[in-house]
């Protein structure tokens, strides 16, 4: 089972939920959405795919994702860090390989942080250049509380798709399979 999950971040409330077989990629599902402009959408290291971050961007839409381990890219420009123990480097970047910056023709920026919990480096990319570093990273970061708190309701109660969008749907529903 894998849960897709838009979240209005600022009233902790689903705008869309829906629960499917782990076979259908949440990138597919991700394309069937109207994402509002201004909106930052969290996506999995592993849902790149650079001709939809193209399609929110021109619709301003922004993005943080984990860069893949392959990615080439080219540095750009090296921003100014702060005396920050968490983030590292924090640069402008594009993206190289000929599909790939035909995919995503803009810059990018490529934010590295030390995940203290996980003893690792994350590298985040994003389409949102005014947020500080430490921003960005905290938006990654709740993101992972929110996967947390679906997978342990996933694996705990018998759910098998959500009926409902609303905060009160979803409460009912977690209610009852309890």
Not at 48 to 65: A, T
Not at 143 to 158: D, G, H, R, S, Y
């Amino acid at each position: 089972m894998r849960q897709h999950l838009l979240l209005h971040y600022e009233a902790h409330l689903s705008v869309f939920a829906c629960v499917t077989s782990g076979k259908i990629h949440e990138v597919r599902i991700a394309r069937t959405l109207n994402v509002p402009a201004g909106s930052i959408v969290v996506v999995d290291r592993g849902d790149v795919d650079f001709n939809l971050f193209w399609s929110w961007d021109e619709n301003g839409v922004f993005f943080v994702n984990r860069q893949k381990e392959n990615a080439h890219y080219r540095i750009v420009e090296e921003r100014a860090v702060l005396t920050n123990l968490q983030i590292l480097p924090d640069d402008i970047i594009e993206l190289l390989g000929h599909t790939t910056h035909k995919k995503y023709p803009e810059r990018l920026r490529r934010i590295e942080l030390w995940d203290e919990e996980n003893e690792q480096v994350l590298v985040l990319l994003t389409s949102r250049m005014v947020f500080g570093a430490t921003t960005i990273a905290a938006i990654y970061k709740d993101c992972w509380q929110v996967e947390i708190f679906f997978k342990t309701i996933m694996q705990n109660l018998k759910i098998r798709t959500f009926v409902g969008t609303s905060a009160n749907a979803l409460l009912i529903q977690i209610w009852t399979a309890s």
